[in-house]
Nanobody, 119 residues
Framework: VQLVESGGGLVQPGGSLRLSCAAS????????MSWARQAPGKGVEWVCS???????YYADSMKGRFTISRDNAKNMVSLQMNSLKPEDTAVYYCAIDRGPPYGRTYTARGQGTQVTVSS
């Protein structure tokens, strides 16, 4: 199993970023996928999930700002993040979710990509 995130970086408050995760080594189209994040000094926080049918689920603080999507032909899952806030600063991880329920346990996760929201 390999999950490789990309797209992180430094962005100003109110800006946008799009994260991508390239997946391999498992049956991607049958797997629920999630994004989670970990801010400095804090635990891992679930961000959102998408199941194999394409249904999406979001943590309350991300609803309306973040959008998860998947491309089964390319074995990729993406996270579009808009209206970013300084508190969104974290390492963002792509993960294979064991749910439902989603966001609780993961089979595997990637190395993560750093997102820093700062002026």
């Amino acid at each position: 199993v390999q999950l490789v995130e990309s797209g992180g970086g430094l962005v100003q408050p109110g800006g946008s970023l799009r994260l991508s995760c390239a997946a391999s080594g498992f049956t991607f189209r049958s797997s629920a996928m999630s994004w989670a994040r970990q801010a400095p000094g804090k635990g891992v926080e679930w961000v959102c999930s998408i199941n194999s049918a394409g249904r999406t689920y979001y943590a309350d603080s991300m609803k309306g700002r973040f959008t998860i999507s998947r491309d089964n032909a390319k074995n990729m899952v993406s996270l579009q993040m808009n209206s970013l806030k300084p508190e969104d600063t974290a390492v963002y991880y792509c993960a294979i979710d064991r749910g439902p329920p989603y966001g609780r346990t993961y089979t595997a996760r990637g190395q993560g990509t750093q997102v820093t929201v700062s002026s």
